[in-house]
């Protein structure tokens, strides 16, 4: 059974930085495309950053040049650095994990909140 555990999450000045992890079990982690997505109140769930099994990533282009997306297969465990928050990064993050050859639907995590607010 896939199982993806995100943690990280809090509340955080403008400007200030936090780092979310995902870890995944029951899944050859290193084989899978993973991401993290978030979804504020009222809005829709929106793509943040994706990243390859090999490591070749996306960022949406709200985040790119202050968050970085990054995975360690030995810990089965994916990252996402997030520096430079803004008031609008506030939202529920999820990771997921995309289908693949052993896994034949999305997983997703049960997500963590960020708040950021003065």
């Known amino acids: 059974q896939v199982q993806l555990v995100e943690s990280g999450g809090g509340l955080v000045q403008p400007g200030g930085s936090l780092r979310l992890s995902c870890s995944a079990s029951?899944?050859?982690?290193?084989?899978?495309?993973m991401g993290w997505y978030r979804q504020a109140p009222g809005k829709q769930r929106d793509l943040v950053a994706t990243?390859?099994?090999?490591?070749?990533?996306n960022y949406a282009d709200s985040v790119k040049g202050r968050f970085t997306i990054s995975r360690d297969n030995a810990k089965n465990t994916m990252y996402l650095q997030m520096n430079s928050l803004k008031f609008e990064d506030t939202a529920v993050y999820y990771c997921?994990?995309?289908?693949?050859?052993?896994?034949?639907?999305?997983?997703w995590g049960q997500g963590t909140q960020v708040t950021v607010s003065t």
């Open positions: 990243i390859s099994g090999g490591g070749d990533t």
């Open positions: 997921k994990l995309f289908k693949g050859p052993l896994v034949t639907t999305d997983y």
């Open positions: 029951g899944v050859i982690f290193s084989i899978y495309r």
